[in-house]
């Protein structure tokens, strides 16, 4: 009898994520980094010589992406991520000529799940483009966070979310079942008067802790008193002012077709490695 596929570890808390955008609503948002993510996917969709009839987009947090993009195209929905991750995403198999997604698949738990609905959603040469937080996302926030949390509590707690690199999101592409999968990193740095302020800004694109694994007391002043000074005596520009990264990843992947170009097929080169070196080496 086959064994049962084990669950992906749930790494993210989605109910306080959703709490989280909301009080991200109430507060005001800070979007640019939507903005931005928007006006690449247009700049990225403009480069690719493909008509797209069906197009819906997936969990993107705002509307910046609809209102770049949706009267460019005969028929664009909006898919929201689904509530309870054991469901599944609301898009008909082979139905779309392409997928979109801005900042959401970061706090997905089962990401190579839902990279694989999206690809049986795609139609022959259908095509995902999708733009996630990760890499080096808040580097200098974890390392001050955890001097700080090691030199006033002795131990450090889960605060900043793990993310994932280029070459993690390219093998899930392929684990997907997407053919030639490209991906590439945008690095953004902001620049803030301190601390409390990135932190304030944090909020407002609900993107403070939502780990399941994070510490559920409030975090001790001195602590947050000691980290904003830690932030400030390593990643502060010669006025003062911190830094701070943001990595958007982009990630694409094509539903396989016929007339993709395909890697040759081992031992089906014409001469050896050798023999191409030995031919280049007698014509210089």
């Known amino acids: 009898?086959?064994?049962?596929?084990?669950?992906?570890?749930?790494?993210?808390?989605?109910?306080?994520?959703?709490?989280?955008?909301?009080?991200?609503?109430r507060l005001g948002t800070a979007t640019f980094l939507l903005d931005r993510a928007a006006e690449d996917?247009?700049?990225?969709?403009?480069a690719v010589l493909r008509d797209f009839k069906s197009?819906?987009?997936?969990?993107?947090?705002?509307?910046?992406?609809?209102?770049?993009?949706?009267?460019?195209?005969?028929?664009?929905?909006?898919?929201d991520?689904?509530?309870?991750?054991?469901?599944?995403?609301?898009?008909?198999a082979l139905s779309l000529d392409l997928v979109v997604s801005a900042l959401a698949l970061q706090f997905v738990n089962d990401l190579p799940g839902v990279l694989a609905q999206i690809r049986r959603a795609l139609r022959p040469d259908g095509l995902l483009m999708a733009a996630m937080i990760g890499g080096d996302t808040l580097t200098e926030l974890r390392q001050s966070f955890a001097a700080a949390e090691a030199e006033l509590e002795g131990g450090i707690s889960?605060?900043?979310?793990?993310?994932?690199?280029?070459r993690e999101v390219g093998a899930l592409l392929q684990r997907a079942g997407l053919a030639l999968p490209v991906t590439d990193v945008d690095r953004i740095v902001v620049r803030y008067d301190?601390?409390?302020?990135?932190?304030h800004d944090l909020r407002r694109m609900a993107a403070t802790n939502i780990l399941v694994e994070r510490r559920r007391m409030p975090t001790r002043r001195a602590t947050m008193l000691r980290t904003a000074e830690i932030y400030r005596e390593r990643f502060?520009?010669?006025?003062?002012?911190?830094?701070?990264?943001?990595?958007?990843?982009?990630?694409?992947?094509?539903a396989p077709h016929e007339s993709q170009p395909k890697p040759l097929k081992p031992g089906s080169a014409k001469i050896s490695?050798?023999?191409?070196?030995?031919?280049?080496?007698?014509?210089?």
């Open 81 to 92: 991520l689904p509530a309870q991750e054991s469901e599944p995403l609301a898009l008909e």
């Open 1 to 25: 009898m086959a064994s049962k596929p084990a669950a992906a570890p749930r790494l993210f808390d989605r109910d306080l994520l959703r709490a989280r955008l909301q009080r991200a609503q």
């Open 55 to 79: 197009v819906a987009e997936v969990g993107t947090p705002g509307d910046q992406v609809a209102k770049t993009l949706s009267k460019r195209f005969d028929r664009y929905v909006r898919a």
């Open 273 to 284: 490695l050798a023999e191409a070196v030995k031919r280049s080496s007698s014509s210089d």
């Open 236 to 254: 502060a520009d010669p006025d003062g002012r911190i830094r701070a990264t943001f990595d958007i990843i982009w990630l694409s992947g094509w």
């Open 41 to 46: 996917m247009a700049d990225r969709l403009n």
């Open 158 to 166: 889960p605060r900043v979310a793990p993310f994932a690199d280029l």
């Open 194 to 199: 301190n601390a409390f302020a990135l932190m």
